[in-house]
């Protein structure tokens, strides 16, 4: 025979425990074991049997499992919270007997802890890190943009924006970048890592206030477990893809607002730099076409010179004069027939992989392999775009270098641009700036024929839509389209907008819509008046198939001509009443009410869930007739504005 079970030793009564319990066995406090819950991923629970684990308590309690609670009293994190504890209180006793050098000696040995192994055991496979990666880099971009403050240490800041800058170099380099979309709250990103569709959003670089009401400790908390996994999963990025990781940084170009130009990107087997940026490379590509041009005489006549003076000293003067003449010749007819193909040529030789821009002779071979390969990693391949000073540089450019294309930017957004304003490369150039007129370029900017001005939602929106869309419509001055979401999974019943595929939107006369709603009413109000009637006659004990005989000769008689077809309908139904040819006169009825014969045979369970499931529909389709209405309300107040001017 087995022992006898105790009431409270099994079952659900040992299962669980309460907060203050854990805390106690695990004698930390209670910000510490908040902080220790999170970075080892335990959560509270709640109980089934809530009865036997408080054994009839109604006091409010957050419960946690006991096995958790055991786990974490093997945590090395644990070890060094309490050696933590203990440092301070040697440093606080020195302090009292002011032996100020071994408060210096024991503030530098302050004990610190690691959060390698908690990774490793959280996330077991690196796709597993990948899943949750989409929280974790929301917060290292938001930290990245806030203001130093007493609340938040600025090495969090400094190390946030290093590994925000480092994952989106990976993104450049992968091409992974599938989707953007500008919202309210920021700027949404997605990018297909591995298989997994990994997004963050990332918000405006406008100064940041500081909130009072949110407890930056628990943020800080998260965020020190974030910033170890973004770190394990962008050193394996940088791995896979043969990069030394980390990136070096140009210090110069950082603090100069040198942005994603400011970091050097090596390979591991030392072949060369993926991207360079010394000084002889910038100086180079700041110089403008003239300038280049001159520079490429010079050194032009400079070696004609040289074979001259040769020539010279070797007797041969007059053969060195003519091979000269054909040397000149041969590179006019080249300069001429550069011309006649209408390329654009590069004002200086590019000093990297990155810096080779297609040209026109190009750019259609480019367009024929990304709509055979299918990959949107091209999409800005043929592109060499201009950012004026007001547009968002920090996110047009990673952007449109994720899809191969080339940026510049004005030097007041920062230094390292690697084409100039009148570089004959641009072919696009985007604008945000107010305009006066549509077709009007914004004060301060001059037109260079050959080169596209655009507002910056083109660039959204092709990356969206995988492929450049028409212009029209993105010029400075006119109104753009519709910024639709491209995360958004329509569903049967769902609004789709006429921008998305959707049907278009028809707009009613006012006065048909309201002669239909008049015509509805009266047509109501008869079967209203017929039904009090045929009640009447009832409940003065008339049967109803004599007072339909009665009410169909009464018409009969009153208009024989049009209402005979319709007293021969009322008597068919009493006539033939069982037999085989009846036919319902109204199918919308009938179905109605086999719906309610079937929903008086379903079960409690099955009717409950049927109502939820019509609850739902009936609310989806209340919010898209709701959008409808909006639509043809908007259209009809552009129809009036229109008329008026």
Not at 184 to 197: N, P, S, T, V, W
Not at 286 to 294: D, F, K, P, R, V
């Amino acid at each position: 025979m087995g022992t006898k079970q105790k009431k409270g030793e099994v079952g659900n009564a040992v299962k669980y425990m309460a907060r203050s319990q854990a805390i106690r066995k695990l004698q930390i406090t209670l910000a510490q074991f908040r902080r220790l819950c999170i970075l080892k991923g335990i959560y509270p629970v709640e109980p089934r049997n809530k009865r036997a684990v408080t054994k009839g308590s109604t006091a409010l309690r957050t419960y946690y499992y006991r096995k958790d609670i055991q786990f974490l009293l093997h945590e090395p994190v644990l070890q060094v919270i309490r050696e933590q504890k203990v440092h301070l209180r040697k440093i606080s006793k020195a302090i009292g007997k002011k032996q100020y050098s071994v408060v210096k000696t024991l503030r530098e040995a302050h004990p610190e802890y690691t959060l390698d192994h908690i990774v490793k055991e959280r996330y077991p496979t690196f796709v597993d890190a990948l899943r949750d990666l989409d929280d974790a880099l929301s917060m290292i971009f938001l930290f990245a943009t806030l203001p130093v403050d007493d609340k938040i240490p600025a090495a969090h800041i400094r190390e946030c924006q290093r590994l925000s800058a480092e994952f989106q170099h990976f993104v450049l380099m992968s091409g992974s970048l599938k989707r953007v979309f500008l919202s309210i709250k920021g700027i949404y990103y997605q990018a297909e890592i591995r298989g997994q569709d990994i997004t963050w959003i990332t918000p405006y670089q406008f100064s940041q206030a500081v909130p009072s009401d949110v407890d930056f400790r628990v943020m800080g908390t998260f965020l020190e477990l974030y910033e170890t996994l973004l770190g394990f999963v962008n050193y394996k990025l940088y791995s896979d893809l043969g990069l030394v990781y980390p990136p070096k940084i140009d210090l110069d170009r950082d603090a100069n607002a040198g942005g994603l130009a400011a970091f050097i990107l090596e390979s591991k087997d030392q072949s060369g730099v993926v991207q360079s940026i010394a000084a002889t490379s910038s100086a180079l590509s700041a110089l403008t076409a003239s300038e280049s041009e001159q520079v490429k005489q010079s050194a032009k006549r400079i070696k004609t010179l040289k074979k001259k003076l040769s020539k010279i000293q070797d007797g041969e003067e007059n053969g060195a004069s003519q091979s000269n003449g054909q040397d000149e010749d041969e590179d006019e007819d080249n300069d001429a027939d550069a011309m006649d193909m209408d390329v654009p040529m590069p004002v200086v030789n590019p000093t990297s992989v990155e810096e080779t821009v297609p040209t026109l002779a190009t750019s259609a071979t480019s367009k024929r392999a990304a709509a055979a390969g299918g990959n949107g990693q091209t999409l800005f391949a043929s592109c060499v775009f201009w950012l004026s000073r007001e547009v968002p540089r920090y996110s047009l450019e990673f952007v449109i270098k994720a899809l191969g294309g080339q940026v510049g930017w004005d030097e007041t957004a920062g230094v390292g641009s690697p084409y100039t304003i009148d570089d004959p490369r641009i072919t696009h150039h985007i604008v945000d700036r107010p305009v006066t007129s549509v077709g009007e370029l914004p004060v301060g900017t001059e037109r260079v024929a050959g080169r596209e001005y655009i507002q910056p939602q083109w660039v959204y929106d092709s990356i969206n839509a995988g492929k450049l869309v028409k212009t029209a419509g993105y010029h400075p001055g006119e109104t753009l389209p519709p910024h639709l979401s491209p995360f958004v999974t329509v569903r049967e019943g769902d609004y789709v907008p006429e921008e998305a595929g959707g049907e278009a939107v028809e707009l009613v006369d006012d006065d048909a819509v309201m002669a239909a709603e008049a015509a509805a009413a009266v047509e109501e109000e008869d079967e209203e008046a017929a039904h009090q009637a045929e009640l009447d006659a009832e409940a003065a004990g008339i049967n109803y198939s004599e007072y339909n005989a009665g009410d169909a000769d009464a018409n009969a008689d009153a208009n024989a001509e049009t209402d005979a077809p319709v007293a021969a309908k009322k008597r068919k139904p009493a006539a033939g009443k069982g037999s085989k040819g009846e036919v319902s006169a109204d199918p919308k009825k009938e179905e109605a009410e086999q719906k309610e014969m079937a929903k008086m045979l379903m079960s409690k369970k099955h009717l409950r869930l049927y109502n939820k499931m019509q609850f739902g529909n009936k609310r989806k389709a209340d919010a898209a007739n709701n959008l409808k209405q909006k639509k043809v309300a908007l259209l009809k107040k552009e129809q009036k504005s229109g008329k008026k001017q």
